[in-house]
T-cell receptor
Framework: EAGVTQSPTHLIKTRGQQATLRCSPI?????VYWYQQALGLGLQFLLW???????NRGNFPPRFSGRQFPNYSSELNVNALELEDSALYLC???????????FGDGTRLSIL | KQEVTQIPAALSVPEGENLVLNCSFT??????LQWFRQDPGKGLTSLLL?????REQTSGRLNASLDKSSGRSTLYIAASQPGDSATYLC???????????FGKGTHLIIQP
């Protein structure tokens, strides 16, 4: 069974640009979560999508947004990039509420 | 805002020792708690998930316990091996469908 896959592995952008990160969940999983792991801040919950809808978001500004497609894959978009957006962005998927979340290897976003 | 704390932040022990990693949480309405390991530059690997109605879960050399009344969980690793070296993270889910709240992790080194 293929795990959660994320692309690209690395992404380098400059301040003010926009970034798009992609995630494919485990087959059969309908929920997708996005997390940010910035140096010194730990892992923080960003967004949760389920059945194509945004269900919840963490304490992040609106320039962090995304969507979930009919095949349950997901995109995370970050607009007006700032230096502090440099982080590892992790995607996780889950089948239903009482099941564990399974993570991908992440996208390393570097802002120059 | 819910908080998760992990102690110690770092731990170095000789191979073969049994060890305990600690996690405390403030959410009295915890839904479940999940333990992960993270290798450098990688995503998270799910180790164990304990539902709020459970007291412990076991997988191989790993045993995780949950005490809701005291807001604590422990991860016990038996007969540690150098391959166990990694950062171990605990995370709690408060509403069953919310994003996980993570601790900062325990960086574990097993000396050969």
């Amino acid at each position: 069974e293929a795990g959660v896959t994320q692309s690209p592995t690395h992404l380098i952008k400059t301040r003010g640009q926009q970034a798009t990160l992609r995630c494919s969940p485990i087959s059969g999983h309908t929920s997708v979560y996005w997390y940010q792991q910035a140096l010194g801040l730990g892992l923080q919950f960003l967004l949760w999508y389920d059945e194509g809808e945004e269900r919840n978001r963490g304490n992040f500004p609106p320039r962090f947004s995304g969507r979930q497609f009919p095949n349950y894959s997901s995109e995370l978009n970050v607009n007006a990039l700032e230096l502090e957006d440099s982080a590892l962005y992790l995607c996780a998927s889950r089948w239903e509420g009482n099941q564990p979340q399974h993570f991908g290897d992440g996208t390393r976003l570097s802002i120059l | 805002k819910q908080e998760v704390t992990q102690i110690p932040a770092a731990l170095s022990v000789p191979e073969g020792e049994n060890l305990v990693l600690n996690c405390s949480f403030t959410d009295s309405a915890i839904y479940n708690l999940q333990w992960f390991r993270q290798d450098p530059g990688k995503g998270l690997t799910s180790l164990l998930l304990i539902q709020s109605s459970q007291r412990e879960q076991t997988s191989g050399r790993l045993n995780a316990s949950l005490d809701k009344s005291s807001g604590r969980s422990t991860l016990y690793i038996a007969a540690s091996q150098p391959g166990d070296s990694a950062t171990y993270l605990c995370a709690e889910a408060g509403g069953g469908a919310d994003g996980l709240t993570f601790g900062k992790g325990t960086h574990l080194i097993i000396q050969p």
